[in-house]
């Protein structure tokens, strides 16, 4: 049975797509969707597959969509794209079949389908295992602002069926590679001035790439509305915006802290169980992630509470208003400091790696403890300048207990080693930082 649209859908999908009716300028048409500066992802290059699916996920306006068309350049023009975001088109293909139906019968010459903003359907999940359950031979490519509806309920039944790539704002090593320094010299200092300006304003491309500082600001308060007017009421149907609003901006006033749901609670004026669950909307959708404490097996350890951190640092600073560019001068940077290894760890690292922290009943405390592939990374986080290569009590505790494979201390100013009964303990600027992953 042939599966007939309206002739409103059509013409909506023709707009969408009018390299189909013009395929002589479908070059042009597409590259429309790329920004004037193009940032190479270090997810890159990135393979499609056919009979296979690409979830492209992360945070709001973290570069998605222009990854992905950058990806499906070489497919033009034979490319069908859908915006989700229009109410039109979502409500065009109740179930997957209806969409195969249409591919089959009038596009078989299609070679890819791109869903971008795929988390506005019903069940994302399960509609694109239906595209590739059906084997139309071409990759099916999606995007999606959050994890939640793309991957939460069908996780078990994409499997094998799937890639998923996390993409989250900009990185200091995408950032200084754009530049392409000349010599190491020059590399230093661009990697300083791009640090600073990651700091306070993060590094979400739109905002990065911005002219000026007033544009940044602009641009860091939509896309923080957008995340709670948007997000939080129209796509995850919170009752209580307002409290979720004042939970952002406690919890930005908290990055690094250990997080206690029952005080928030209690500031919030709503039950524990309200709060546990703005937090899960609120790392679904890549805005905060919980870093959960290191259990190694000692008994002298905590290993309740979690710490929060935010994915960016702009998106913190605009919940405080706090965009103070003296960053020597803020009373905030340490938390500016710690929020931004995190953010930088979570980008550099593979999806494999687990970042904790690390606390002892006694107060000793080391900021990240990474596990990957069996082995221990510990990094202690230095927001003022160092004179010399100093280890913490802590510092010293952990490795007695785990001697992890590396010990770091990441500061601004100090680049060199020290040795203590044979266990090497590097001291590194972000600079250094850049290959933290190796």
Known sequence: MRFMLNSEIQNRILQYNPWITQPDQADALIRRYLPET???????????????????????????????????????????????????????????????????????FIRVVFLDEAQHLTDAGLFIKGLVDARLNIPILATGSSSFHLMGKTRESLAGRADRLRLLPFSLKELLRQENPVNPISARILCEKIFSRQMVYGSYPAVYLARADSDRFRL????????ILRDASDLFRIKRVDVFRKLLTLLAGQTGNLINFSELASICHVDAATIHS??????????????????GGKRRELTSASKIYFIDNGIRNQLLNAFSTDISLRTDKGALMENWVFSELYKLLPLSSVVHFWRSKAGGEVDFVVEHAGKLMAIEVKSADLDRPRLSRSGRSFIDAYRPEKFLVLNRSLETTLTIDNYRIDFQTPYEMLGIAK
Do not use: C, M
């Not at 992802?41 to 973290?62: C, K, M, T, Y």
């Not at 860091?220 to 995340?227: E, F, H, K, R, V």
């Open 38 to 108: 193009y940032v190479l992802r270090e997810a890159e290059p990135v393979n499609l597959h056919n009979d296979r699916a690409l979830l492209i996920v992360g945070p709001r306006q973290s570069g998605k969509s222009t990854l992905a068309w950058h990806l499906l350049l070489s497919y033009a023009p034979n490319i069908l794209y859908f915006n989700l975001e229009d109410p039109l088109l979502r409500s065009a293909f109740g179930a997957a079949i209806e969409l195969v139906s249409l591919l089959r019968d009038q596009f078989p």
């Open 220 to 227: 860091l308060s939509d896309l923080t509305g957008a995340l």
């Open 278 to 295: 703005y937090v899960e909307i609120l790392e679904e959708s890549h805005v905060v992630k919980l870093v959960r404490p290191f259990a």
